[in-house]
């Protein structure tokens, strides 16, 4: 079993969903990225983030607790767009933000670690 298989046997589903608008598109070498995903390596490492078919998923490492999900449909060029991001709502397992733009500035830290570069917010 490689590494990757053997944390999606630890790994849960998202069960109650905040949806949330998120427009949000990533080039083709990000989604190879989102592809490969990211595997803890140690205990330190807090997110396990892959792309399975055409939804981004984002767990906490620590619990094996899905997060965020995100329907992405790549077009032609190999470009992903998202549209809706569903946030965790169930307040047992994550407290999530009041605000919309603060649990987008949550989801854009998480995948900085992956794509390694933060998105800035447009003024």
Do not use: K, N
């Not at 390596?41 to 906490?60: E, F, M």
């Not at 709502?89 to 999530?96: F, K, N, S, T």
């Amino acid at each position: 079993m490689d590494e990757r298989d053997e944390w999606l046997t630890r790994l849960r589903r998202m069960r109650l969903g905040w949806p949330l608008r998120h427009a949000r598109s990533f080039g083709p070498d990000e989604m190879a990225l989102l592809r490969q995903g990211l595997w803890p390596a140690s205990l330190d490492d807090r997110w396990v983030v892959w792309l399975d078919g055409d939804v981004l998923r984002v767990w906490r490492s620590w619990t094996g607790e899905c997060l965020y999900e995100a329907e992405l449909s790549e077009d032609v060029a190999g470009i992903g767009h998202c549209r809706v991001l569903r946030v965790c709502d169930d307040p047992e397992v994550y407290q999530r933000c009041q605000d919309e733009s603060g649990e987008l500035d949550r989801f854009e830290g998480v995948l900085a670690l992956l794509l390694g570069r933060r998105r800035h917010a447009v003024a």
